[in-house]
């Protein structure tokens, strides 16, 4: 079992910049994928960033050039900083993690609590 917890979030002006953590404990034999996706009211939840294997990066478009996702092994933390927020980008956040116990096994999709970010213009 995993268990994620986000934090990081606020209330921050247009323009200005958070960033995210999501701090994962427990145990699992291997990842995927790790992604932060939102949801915004009234919306469905979103992929804003993920990454995998090798050093693959995908981003929505909609953050391309302004956000970025990293993670630090040692820690066991992932993180997504966001620069030049935009009011569109008010939402909670979740990070998730899908990995399998053993190279055979189904997937399992984990997911944080959630944070909220509220940007202000």
């Known amino acids: 079992q995993v268990q994620l917890v986000e934090s990081g979030g606020g209330v921050v002006q247009a323009g200005g910049s958070l960033k995210l953590s999501c701090a994962a404990s427990?145990?699992?034999?291997?990842?995927?994928?790790m992604a932060w996706y939102r949801q915004a009211p009234g919306k469905q939840r979103e992929l804003v960033a993920a990454?995998?294997?090798?050093?693959?990066?995908n981003y929505a478009d909609s953050v391309k050039g302004r956000f970025t996702i990293s993670k630090s092994d040692v820690q066991n933390t992932m993180y997504l900083q966001m620069n030049s927020l935009k009011p569109e980008d008010t939402a909670v956040y979740y990070c998730?993690?899908?990995?399998?116990?053993?190279?055979?096994?189904?997937?399992?999709?984990?997911w944080g609590q959630g944070t909220q970010v509220t940007v202000s213009s």
């Open positions: 998730n993690l899908r990995g399998r116990a053993h190279l055979f096994a189904t997937p399992v999709d984990y």
């Open positions: 990454m995998a294997g090798r050093g693959i990066i």
């Open positions: 427990g145990s699992i034999g291997s990842v995927d994928i």
